[in-house]
């Protein structure tokens, strides 16, 4: 099949170009594109639980703990005792990370506006669309025949 052709080969491609594109802005506040990420997930005004921050970035524990020390290294964030569970962390902005968050924030704004720009609505519709479906087939295991094992 033609790379050019290939569904999943287009979805990678462009992915890593966006990645590239977030990383290198992101690179002029000494910052990346995961940390961004975590920044605009967080509540801005509560703060969220960092048990809840994995899944809602679909993002691995070990990652996420790395970004998370890191962002607090950099005063981007505190870590709180969750007055609901007290073994749990509430994972809040600070002033710094607030500020961060704001810059992330027109990033993705300022990415989106000029795509929209050069898109017709109807055509990003059908874009949400087909990504939607391919998430849906992904869950729900549509994609690949399980292999049966033999015993």
């Given at each position: 099949?033609?790379?050019?052709?290939?569904?999943?080969?287009?979805?990678?491609?462009?992915?890593q170009?966006?990645?590239?594109?977030?990383?290198?802005?992101?690179?002029?506040?000494?910052?990346?594109?995961?940390?961004?990420?975590?920044?605009?997930?967080?509540?801005?005004?509560?703060?969220?639980?960092?048990?809840?921050?994995?899944?809602?970035?679909?993002?691995?524990?070990?990652?996420?703990?790395?970004?998370?020390?890191?962002?607090?290294?950099?005063?981007?964030?505190?870590r709180?005792?969750?007055?609901?569970?007290?073994?749990?962390?509430?994972?809040?902005?600070?002033?710094?990370?607030?500020?961060?968050?704001?810059?992330?924030?027109?990033?993705?704004?300022?990415?989106?506006?000029?795509?929209?720009?050069?898109?017709?609505e109807?055509?990003?519709?059908?874009?949400?669309?087909?990504?939607?479906?391919?998430?849906k087939?992904?869950?729900?295991?549509?994609?690949?025949?399980?292999?049966?094992?033999?015993?």
């Open positions: 099949m033609d790379k050019n052709k290939s569904i999943d080969h287009q979805l990678r491609a462009t992915w170009a966006v990645a590239k594109m977030y990383n290198e802005q992101a690179a002029n506040y000494n910052s990346t594109m995961a940390t961004a990420f975590v920044l605009l997930n967080i509540d801005k005004e509560n703060g969220t639980p960092s048990t809840a921050l994995g899944p809602l970035m679909g993002m691995e524990p070990t990652s996420l703990s790395r970004i998370l020390k890191s962002m607090e290294e950099k005063g981007a964030i505190s709180e005792k969750n007055p609901d569970d007290g073994r749990g962390v509430i994972v809040k902005l600070t002033t710094y990370g607030l500020e961060m968050r704001k810059f992330s924030k027109n990033h993705v704004y300022q990415f989106n506006n000029v795509i929209r720009e050069h898109i017709e109807d055509e990003l519709e059908a874009f949400f669309k087909v990504t939607v479906t391919i998430n087939l992904i869950a729900e295991k549509k994609i690949f025949e399980p292999i049966q094992q033999d015993h």
